[in-house]
């Protein structure tokens, strides 16, 4: 099975900040690697697909990058409903395993 | 709109079964992959299983194989999970995804499951 980490596990960030977060994965994955986002209590939400393709509907603040084994998310200009926990998940061969999260938290 | 709303979710004795559904609106059911994916009380995400549109073919999490089955219903848009020889550790909320291009794209709200004596 291929395995997901993810770094930081928490970050404290201000409103207006740039954040980046990184994925790593087990072994190679090419670009199939998906980040979502979720808020207490809520579903968790597509971000990117396919490593960097922003869905619909999601600000352009938010961009992914990487292929192969390493992969970044980046937030400029973070706003306050972007403070989330957010993962990572590969998709590239089952289990599509997730990676354990990223708690992003207002400073 | 695209809507999935699971349910069947409970508190259950351990070593027994349940059985969730999830109801599918507002899309063409039959042409799309569809996932289980839990998360258990203040943990992470788990991807759980998958279906392919016409269910010739589903995989699973090595923690639920053999104890977890998927299945579809494409006559009646849903999309089930039944769950048996349940443990304390299959305790978590339960989403059915839809899967588009590799990725997760719409989530219902989820089902709690809830093993214990």
């Known amino acids: 099975d291929i395995q997901m980490t993810q770094s930081p596990s928490s970050l404290s960030a201000s409103v207006g900040a740039r954040v980046t977060i990184t994925c790593r994965a087990s072994q190679t994955i090419s670009t199939y690697l998906n980040w979502y986002h979720q808020k207490p209590g809520k579903a968790p939400k597509l971000l990117i697909s396919?490593?960097?393709s922003l869905q619909s509907g999601v600000p352009s603040r938010f961009s992914g990058s990487g292929s192969g084994t390493d992969f970044t998310l980046t937030i400029i200009n973070l706003q306050p409903e972007d403070f989330a926990t957010y993962y990572c998940q590969q998709s590239h061969s089952t289990p599509h395993t997730f990676g354990p999260g990223t708690k992003l938290e207002i400073k | 709109q695209v809507q999935l709303v699971e349910s069947g979710g409970g508190v259950v004795q351990p070593g027994r079964s349940l059985r969730l559904s999830c109801a599918a609106s507002g899309f063409v059911f039959n042409t799309y992959a569809m996932h289980w994916v839990r998360q258990a009380p203040g943990k992470g995400l788990e991807w759980v299983a998958f279906?392919?549109?016409?269910?010739?073919?589903?995989a699973y999490a090595d923690s639920v194989r053999g104890r977890l089955t998927i299945s579809r219903d494409n006559s009646k848009d849903t999309l089930y999970l039944e769950m048996n020889t349940l443990r304390a550790e299959d305790t978590a909320i339960y989403y059915c995804?839809?899967?588009?291009?590799?990725?997760?794209?719409?989530w219902g709200q989820g089902t709690l499951v809830t093993v214990s004596s």
């Open positions: 279906i392919w549109f016409d269910g010739s073919h589903t």
């Open positions: 396919a490593a960097s």
């Open positions: 995804a839809r899967q588009r291009r590799d990725a997760l794209d719409y």
